[in-house]
């Protein structure tokens, strides 16, 4: 039996995202096991029959300078974009064979730093790039910003940054807002999702407005349970409240809800419209929770799907619960096991999200490193819990081509 190619790799991704706040792309991290021979002709081929026309643009971004050979020699016109680090074109090969994919039609991206970039014969290569900022441009860009947000007669200054390219590593909102809203970057990869809970933590936080709105469309199209249950999934914060107050003895539910669908069907549509107009003033409109909530929703959505095929729906359900409401403590500023013992959950999804333990521990954990592109340790976790690599990297690219994206209309 010929082994697919998706067993002699760790995958990883980070979500790039546009000043609209919005999903651009996916950022995928390939990396080798370290002992099998990577097959790119095949990853590639992979990619190309789960993706469709409205999964996210994909950025392929090889860990070692020989999966990146690799990659540049197979891929053909029209495959996903792939990331050159600049450093490793130090390597007369590796260069050629950038050149030649770049002859071939390929969109090549270039990776390094701002204060690093190529030399206009290399530059050319590349379409677009992927920019890391020292701690001096870090700096300097924030001080420019910090300018511009000063009334006064004096122009700031020009900042470091250049429109039109993704930055990584952005840590704060401040810079996260100079990038995206002031230089009009194309996107940030990744999001300072701890920067912008801490700024936001003298507010409390609401369920998105937009949420809110599609539920109560919903409602108004008399949709069905599954439908109201799946919009209500997009939202954590939503769930949440939704949840507490189903439980709240104003309602006087005779058992308590354990699950957002126990409390749909026990509510009634008319109920739950009029709190959900309720609700409606006090929601978010903040733009910048946006990525939070929805690389929270991609998290349970992968964690669903990393569960053994044979589980039931139902036990599907507590496991994407499970991760949707797993950075509940972030959101609420409170220890987690105290948020949700206020809800009576079952004892699975408490132990997987407050003691790390039970059944449901290893799919959330698995979920949670592939996020942040650790290689060695989503290997450790997957070893540890018994996972195979082949079944963990579907998942992912399944649950990735799965998310649909506003594409801009083209030109007529």
């Known amino acids: 039996m010929v082994q697919s190619v998706l067993g002699s790799l760790t995958l990883g991704y980070r979500l790039l995202w546009n000043p609209a706040r919005k999903l651009a792309g996916v950022q995928l991290l390939v990396d080798g096991d370290g002992q099998t021979h990577v097959d790119a002709p095949h990853l590639l081929r992979t990619i190309r029959e789960m993706w469709s026309a409205s999964s996210p643009p994909l950025l392929l971004t090889p860990a070692t300078p020989a999966l990146l050979a690799d990659l540049l020699e197979h891929a053909p016109a029209g495959s996903p974009s792939i990331e050159v680090d600049g450093a490793w074109l130090a390597d007369a090969a590796l260069l050629a064979r950038a050149q030649a994919a770049h002859r071939r039609g390929l969109r090549l991206v270039w990776r ?15 379409g677009m790039s992927v920019l890391q900022l020292s701690s001096r441009d870090a700096m300097q860009a924030l001080q420019v910003a ?35 809203d002031d230089v009009g970057a194309m996107a940030v990869a990744g999001w300072p999702v701890e920067d912008v809970l801490h700024s936001l933590r003298y507010q409390p936080l609401q369920p998105s407005h937009e949420t809110v709105l599609k539920l109560l469309k919903a409602i108004d199209e008399d949709q069905g349970i599954e439908a109201l249950e799946s919009v209500m999934g997009e939202d954590a914060l939503l769930a949440y409240r939704f949840m507490t107050f189903t439980n709240s003895a104003s309602l006087g539910l005779r058992t308590g809800v354990d699950t957002p669908r126990r409390g749909l069907v026990m509510m009634g549509y008319g109920a739950l419209a009029q709190w959900l107009g309720e609700l409606l003033p006090h929601a978010s409109t903040e733009p910048d929770m946006r990525p ?5 929703v991609l998290r349970a959505r992968l964690a669903e799907r990393l569960m053994d095929a044979g589980v039931s729906h139902d036990l599907r359900r507590e496991v994407y619960l499970s991760g949707l409401f797993s950075r509940l403590d972030e959101l609420l500023h409170e220890p987690i096991g105290t948020i949700m013992r206020r809800l009576p959950l079952s004892e699975r999804i408490y132990n997987a999200v407050v003691l790390r333990s039970g059944a449901y521990a290893p799919c959330l954990e698995v979920a949670k490193a592939l996020e942040g592109g650790d290689a060695a340790l989503v290997r450790r976790l ?15 690219l399944r649950m990735l081509a799965e998310v649909q994206i506003q594409r801009p209309p083209r030109a007529a």
Do not use: K, W
């Open 382 to 396: 997957c070893e540890d819990h018994e996972m195979g690599a082949e079944h963990v990297n579907r998942s992912l």
């Open 292 to 296: 939070v909530r929805d690389t929270t």
């Open 112 to 126: 390094g730093l701002l204060d690093a970039l190529p030399e206009p014969a290399v530059a050319r290569l590349f």
């Open 146 to 180: 910090a300018q511009r947000g000063r009334s006064g007669a004096q122009p700031p200054p020009a900042s470091p940054l250049i429109a039109g390219q993704v930055y990584d590593g952005v840590a704060s909102r401040a810079l996260l807002s100079h990038c995206l």
